[in-house]
């Protein structure tokens, strides 16, 4: 007989993290700019259907090609992952891409980077209690929020409208990523992702068409082609894998630094590429945003390590007397716990994470 032995997992290398990282921030960062160049002549929802039913072929299709066979998906999983799609996916970078054709790239990165803040925000509307911290970060991201849209708002009736857009594309997307827990899905990251987009992507197209978006593509300019391009690879596949890998091999606070990058990455790209102004209220109302996303997370961090502190006590205080009666403390349902709270923290299946 031959011994078996755990084997402690060999950690990723410096290279490859950073490596991820910089994928990760570029590419996610870059998609507001890319979203931008493509609506400049590709209907927006008719765009956006396009982009998620190839990339979501595609990633099923590597699925596939990984499991060497068709990947079979139970009905309830199905239908919990599909409703989850429609909302982050359909609704929040459906009307993220519509908003997109009359407001800044940089603005609109601003305005769905407070996702975090309207997911506390529907948290306390069902009765959750939140901390100090977590309350004067919700109300500064949504200081931020007020600010940027008055501004935006300047630019007019379209642009007014492009700002609800966008508004509401940050509400649906904060409803899915609160919902999922408490639905079925498909377990595997990617699969789940692959499924999202097929779901939502057709429903894009449908919508588009019905609205009136007449797809011409003789009149598609090249550059709108190429960001479309861009948004079926990289943006949607290169990226995404890449924060799924991040998430498998760091810690979650590692892996979701994204959301303070993402906002900056966007507004310099939109100012260096489109020549989008950034003014000094634009500034202060990014900083304001972001300070809020920053101290909501921080405010949640902080509350799930005194919950684990508390637990590990009422644990450590229980193995105390089972050891005093000869029998094994049992540690395995605290390592489940931590292993749901970790996975909780950073939902590959819940957020989009980038446009």
């Known amino acids: 007989m031959s011994a078996v032995t755990d084997r402690a997992p060999t950690p990723p290398s410096g290279r490859a993290v950073a490596a991820n990282l910089a994928v990760v921030y570029v590419v996610f960062g870059s998609t507001y700019l890319a979203i931008r160049v493509m609506v400049e002549t590709v209907p927006p929802l008719f765009g956006a259907g396009l982009?998620?039913?190839?990339?979501?072929?595609?990633?099923?299709?590597?699925?596939?090609?990984?499991?060497?066979?068709?990947?079979?998906?139970?009905?309830?999983?199905?239908?919990?992952?599909?409703?989850?799609?429609?909302?982050?996916?359909?609704?929040?970078?459906?009307?993220?891409?519509?908003?997109?054709?009359?407001?800044?790239?940089?603005?609109?990165?601003?305005?769905?980077?407070?996702?975090?803040?309207?997911?506390?925000?529907?948290?306390?509307?069902?009765?959750?209690?939140?901390?100090?911290?977590?309350?004067?970060?919700?109300?500064?991201?949504?200081?931020?929020?007020?600010?940027?849209s008055l501004i935006g708002g300047t630019g007019g009736t379209a642009a007014v409208s492009g700002i609800l857009f966008l508004l509401a594309a940050a509400l649906s997307?904060?409803?899915?990523?609160?919902?999922?827990?408490?639905?079925?899905?498909?377990?595997?990251?990617?699969?789940?992702?692959?499924?999202?987009?097929?779901?939502?992507?057709?429903?894009?197209?449908?919508?588009?068409?019905?609205?009136?978006?007449?797809?011409?593509?003789?009149?598609?300019?090249?550059?709108?082609?190429?960001?479309?391009?861009?948004?079926?690879?990289?943006?949607?596949?290169?990226?995404?894998?890449?924060?799924?890998?991040l998430v498998s091999h760091t810690r979650t606070s590692i892996a979701t630094t994204y959301t303070y990058v993402n906002p900056a990455v966007a507004l310099f790209l939109g100012w260096l590429v489109l020549d989008e102004s950034i003014t000094v209220w634009v500034m202060v109302g990014a900083v304001v945003v972001v300070g809020g996303v920053v101290a909501v997370l921080i405010g949640e961090r902080r509350a799930e390590v005194r919950a684990q502190d508390e637990e590990g006590g009422g644990e450590e205080r229980g193995s105390e007397g089972r050891e005093a009666e000869g029998r094994e403390p049992r540690s395995r349902g605290a390592e489940a716990r931590a292993v749901e709270e970790r996975d909780a923290e950073a939902d590959p299946h819940s957020r989009s994470h980038g446009a």
């Open 51 to 148: 982009r998620f039913v190839v990339a979501g072929a595609l990633l099923y299709g590597w699925c596939a090609i990984r499991r060497r066979s068709p990947p079979r998906l139970d009905r309830r999983r199905l239908v919990g992952t599909g409703f989850i799609g429609l909302l982050v996916i359909g609704g929040g970078l459906g009307l993220l891409t519509l908003g997109e054709h009359s407001v800044p790239s940089g603005l609109a990165a601003l305005l769905a980077a407070a996702v975090p803040v309207w997911v506390v925000l529907l948290r306390v509307a069902h009765g959750e209690r939140i901390g100090w911290a977590t309350a004067g970060g919700v109300a500064c991201g949504l200081l931020g929020v007020a600010m940027l």
């Open 173 to 245: 997307e904060a409803i899915g990523s609160y919902y999922a827990p408490r639905f079925s899905v498909v377990e595997d990251a990617i699969l789940a992702s692959a499924v999202q987009m097929l779901v939502a992507g057709p429903v894009l197209l449908v919508v588009g068409v019905a609205v009136g978006e007449r797809p011409d593509v003789a009149e598609w300019s090249g550059r709108s082609v190429w960001s479309l391009l861009y948004l079926i690879g990289p943006g949607s596949i290169l990226a995404y894998v890449s924060f799924v890998w």
